[in-house]
């Protein structure tokens, strides 16, 4: 016979069961609230729950990057040892207890942190740049090009962090050849550190030289990494090495282009290279390239489409390079109901100096084939290069004046005269 139950010990169970099934809730709703807030609110989210790794992370980094006021490295570095305790496999702990160290100065300590920090997680971030910057600084550099590597290929925003110690790395021949090797293998930073090379004079030197040495790689250079440098090197007003690279980066198929106007029949081939033909953007007209075979009736060229709108500035334009002396331009042109409100002309200026050296206007009407020229002289002054461009007279964008119809440039040349 089963004893029976009493109320009692019925309603104490069902009140036990209760409770108990409100704690885990209540435990359960507090790791995730915890969870929720690790990132916005980590001193919140440890309170809720002391044992959330991410929200104690987030907690010591705050610290340590608070620029109000002098962080509490000893408070920090408890914290984040006593976090190691309870999890032997977060690399991150390893890395800002590293971290923590080598502002107290302890950098040997602090090595050995980021070094296991490094075991545990190949691209731990803090880790990583703190081992690219110690072995710059003790010349084991192309260990520090293979951290790059690691380091970018899983954290690409973080190349300006590095760009600083490129010039260090290859000035070192170990350094040198370490990034030639990896941009040879297609590093995808490869882009990133032309860019960044391109911005100063000792970068434009390394820039240059990777370029040449790529050319018989199987990794040649890349039209957008010509044109950075050489664009750089105008920056700098480096316009001699730059109108060289430009001479160098030449297929065969391009050097039958070339002449003081590169491109001068307007072939749809264009690089984007300062000294190649460059279009912009541009509202009210439209610009296309045509060979001869593909143009109606075998008129090649650059036609321009005016689409009853103002036009303002520029639409196309290209560097180019004439030494002191005697010139004549020429265009062969056609085009149909043409209107121009405003003068519409090519003009050359000296890149370093205000005023043009030569202009001349392109014709209104419906004409075909019609020969265009001027003479002009570059001065003995310096005027190192210059700036050939196709532009309007319209200084402001009123619909007083909507330029209409189409023009065919058929070839835009240069010829030196004698003198």
């Not at 370029?211 to 039209?223: G, Q, R």
Request: some cysteine; charged content about 20%.
């Amino acid at each position: 016979m089963t004893a029976q139950t009493s109320p009692f010990m019925q309603n104490l169970r069902r009140s036990a069961v209760w409770f108990v099934a409100s704690a885990l809730v209540l435990a359960v709703s507090s790791i995730g609230l915890s969870r929720f807030l690790e990132n916005e609110a980590p001193a919140v989210s440890l309170a809720l729950y002391p044992l959330n790794a991410n929200a104690l992370i987030g907690e010591i980094s705050q610290g340590l990057n608070d620029t109000s006021d002098a962080p509490d490295l000893d408070g920090l570095l408890a914290k984040a040892e006593s976090a190691l305790r309870f999890d032997l496999g977060d690399a991150r702990i390893f890395s800002l207890i590293g971290e923590i160290k080598y502002r107290q100065g302890k950098k040997d300590e602090a090595y050995e942190f980021f070094d296991q920090g490094r075991k545990l997680s190949k691209t731990e971030i803090n880790s990583l740049q703190r081992s690219i910057s110690h072995s710059i600084e003790t010349g084991d550099l192309s260990k520090a090009v293979g951290e790059i590597d690691t380091l970018l290929r899983r954290w690409p925003d973080r190349f300006p962090a590095i760009a600083e110690g490129l010039p260090t790395v290859l000035s070192s021949p170990d350094g040198y050849q370490a990034v030639l090797a990896a941009i040879r293998a297609e590093a995808p930073w490869r882009a990133s550190l032309f860019a960044a090379l391109g911005k100063t004079t000792e970068g434009l030197d390394f820039a240059n030289r990777l370029l040449l040495d790529l050319t018989e790689s199987s990794a040649p250079p890349k039209s957008g990494e010509l044109s950075v440098v050489i664009s750089g090197y105008i920056l700098q007003k480096q316009y001699e090495p730059a109108y060289r690279l430009f001479l160098f980066s030449l297929s065969d198929k391009e050097r039958k282009l070339g002449g003081y106007v590169f491109n001068s029949t307007f072939e749809p081939v264009s690089s984007g290279k300062p000294f190649d033909w460059q279009l912009r953007e541009q509202s009210g007209l439209e610009v296309t390239f045509a060979t001869s075979q593909d143009a109606v009736e075998g008129e090649g060229g650059a036609t321009v489409r005016f689409l009853n709108t103002p036009v303002k500035k520029a639409a196309l334009q290209q560097y180019i390079e004439l030494p002191p002396g005697s010139y004549k331009i020429s265009l062969i042109a056609s085009a149909t109901n043409l209107k121009l409100p405003k003068e519409l002309f090519w003009s050359i200026r000296c890149v370093d100096q205000a005023g043009e050296i030569a202009r001349f206007n392109i014709p209104e009407g419906t004409y075909n084939r019609q020969s265009l020229s001027r003479e002009f002289a570059v001065g003995p002054i310096a005027c190192p290069m210059q700036l050939l461009r196709l532009e309007t007279a319209a200084i402001a964008e009123s619909w007083r004046f909507r330029y209409v119809g189409t023009l065919i440039m058929h070839k835009l040349s240069i010829e030196r005269l004698p003198s």
